[in-house]
């Protein structure tokens, strides 16, 4: 596997793993996935400046799956 095909299937893995059921209401569950995403995203080599916009887009990506992981 490619290493964005690794960091991709990782981040997924861990926001899959770490949501809980209020995730997208509690802002301290929300703000504990950030960080899990934007750790993964420094251990990959992901640019610093683009981090934000990756992050918001897991996020985004994860409310619409939520609903399917329950």
Request: proline share 4%.
């Amino acid at each position: 596997m490619r290493r964005c095909e690794l960091s991709q299937k990782e981040i997924a893995d861990k926001v899959r793993s770490n949501a809980t059921i209020d995730w997208t209401i509690r802002e301290s569950a929300r703000a504990k996935l950030m960080v899990l995403v934007r750790r993964t995203l420094n251990k990959y080599g992901y640019p610093p400046d683009k981090q934000p916009k990756a992050i918001e887009t897991v996020l985004k990506q994860a409310e619409l799956l939520a609903d399917y992981w329950a």
